[in-house]
Each structure stands twice: as structure tokens, then as C-alpha cells.
């Protein structure tokens, strides 16, 4: 490696913790602060693949849900030669959602176990840091009613909370849980000096392989 590498930052939590709101917040910190970051997304809609995730979730159309889970982790497979290029010019990602958000919104459904789910993400690009903005249902309400897609109701979101639960309590991963009712200012700070620790742990480290 030529250069110090970026790191790879993933925010994940429920339906409106922040994860959006956050992940903006942190690339214009640290840009601010002289070191390359850029956000990204999943699923990114704007791909082919995308395109079919999103006439999906907009219930435009119908898929078979093993179907619709392998076009999620198809969707991040397929961004990975991006991200690698990227994390190793010394460019820091952030990432709104991830594998986590695939296992634990696929295998909240009846009849898929999180192994069965984890298996298409096996071997992507590991995070160095996952952020897990924790809020409970009442919180979140306050801060607008769900929206018109697909998953967007409290009791599906209810057990996509305790699949989280069950994600975060695997020690393979860094994750951090970050109280995300505190004000955007407070939950930035936090998020911003995890970030940063991070990306100097990660630096002279190879990039890892996800639940290998
Ligand atoms: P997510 O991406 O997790 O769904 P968003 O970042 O889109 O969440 O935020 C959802 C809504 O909550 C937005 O209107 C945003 O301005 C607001 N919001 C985000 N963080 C906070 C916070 N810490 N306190 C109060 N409102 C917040
Ligand atoms: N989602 C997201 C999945 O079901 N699987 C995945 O792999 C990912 C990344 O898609 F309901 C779900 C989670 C959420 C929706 O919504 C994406 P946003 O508002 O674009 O994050």
C-alpha cells in the first residue's frame, strides 16, 4: 500500500435513529478536518440491480424474498472493486446501512435463519467500525410518522430490532451502540471520536474479510 488506507465506517440502527442525518454530518467533519471521506449507501438504488431493489421496496413490484435478499448482498458485491479503490487511495467510507441491514430485515420474515442470511455476505469488505444508533420505538415516532415502504411498520421493525439485538452481540465485529436519542450535536461527538480512533487503528492494518 502506497499510502495509509481509509477506513471502512458503517452506521446501522431502526428507521429514523439518524443514520442518514449522522453519516453526512461525519464526512463533512472529517473533510473539514483534511482527511478524505465520502458516504455511501445500501442498497444503492441508482445501479441496475438497485433499480430493481427500489421498484421492490416502493411495492411497484413483487420478488421472492430469497430472491430480493441475494439482490441485496448482489448490490453490495457489486460496489466492492469501488470501495476497495477507494479505502485503499486513503479515502475513509461511510456507510449508511450495511450486511447488517440485510441479515436482520431478511431474517425478521418467517422461515430464514440469520445463518442462511449472512452466508451471500460472507467475505465482503469488514467494517473496522460499526455504529449502532440505538432508539426506542416511542423516540422514534416523535420524529415522524413511517413512511409508505415496504418493512415500514413498528411490528416488522420490532423484530428487526431483535435480529439486531442478536448482530451486535457477535464480539467478531466492532460494534458500538450509540445512545441516538441525545441531540445530533451529542450523538455526532460521539460518533466522530469512535470515527476517528478507528481510522487510526486501521490505517496500518489490511482491510479484513466479513464473518470469515
Ligand atoms: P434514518 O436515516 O436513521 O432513518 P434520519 O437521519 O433520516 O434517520 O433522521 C430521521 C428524522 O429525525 C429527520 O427528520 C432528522 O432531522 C431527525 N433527527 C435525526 N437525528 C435526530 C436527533 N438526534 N434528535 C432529533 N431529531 C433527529
Ligand atoms: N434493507 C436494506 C434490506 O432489507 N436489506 C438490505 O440489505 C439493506 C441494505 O431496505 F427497509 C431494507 C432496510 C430498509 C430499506 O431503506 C432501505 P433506506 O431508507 O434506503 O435506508
Redesign the pocket.
Known amino acids: 500500500m502506497a499510502c495509509k488506507r481509509g477506513a471502512l465506517i458503517v ?1 446501522e ?12 454530518r461525519l464526512v463533512e467533519a472529517l473533510q473539514l478536518s483534511g482527511r478524505p471521506a465520502a458516504m455511501m449507501k445500501f442498497p444503492d438504488r441508482t445501479t441496475t440491480i438497485g433499480k430493481l431493489i427500489n421498484s421492490y421496496l416502493e411495492s411497484k413490484s413483487d420478488l421472492e424474498d430469497h430472491t430480493v435478499h441475494l439482490l441485496f448482498s448482489a448490490n453490495r458485491w457489486e460496489l466492492v472493486p469501488l470501495m476497495k479503490k477507494k479505502l485503499e487511495e486513503g479515502t475513509t467510507l461511510i456507510i ?1 446501512r450495511y450486511a447488517f441491514s440485510g441479515v436482520a430485515f431478511t431474517s425478521a420474515k418467517p422461515g430464514f435463519s440469520m445463518n442462511w442470511c449472512m452466508n451471500p455476505d460472507m467475505g465482503l469488505p469488514k467494517p473496522d467500525l460499526v455504529l449502532f ?1 440505538q432508539l426506542n420505538p416511542a423516540t422514534a415516532a ?3 410518522q413511517f413512511g409508505t415502504e415496504r418493512y415500514e411498520t413498528s411490528s416488522f421493525q420490532q423484530i428487526v430490532q431483535r435480529r439486531f439485538e442478536e448482530l451486535i452481540a457477535d464480539t467478531s465485529v466492532n460494534w458500538q451502540v450509540i445512545d ?5 450535536d ?2 455526532h461527538e460521539n460518533i466522530k471520536r469512535l470515527s476517528v480512533k478507528a481510522m487510526n487503528a486501521a490505517e496500518d492494518w489490511p482491510i479484513g474479510e466479513l464473518w470469515t
Not at 180 to 184: K, W
Open positions: 452506521l440502527g431502526v428507521d429514523r435513529a439518524g443514520k442518514t442525518t449522522q453519516c453526512n449508511d444508533l416523535q420524529r415522524g441516538a436519542s441525545q441531540s445530533i451529542e450523538v
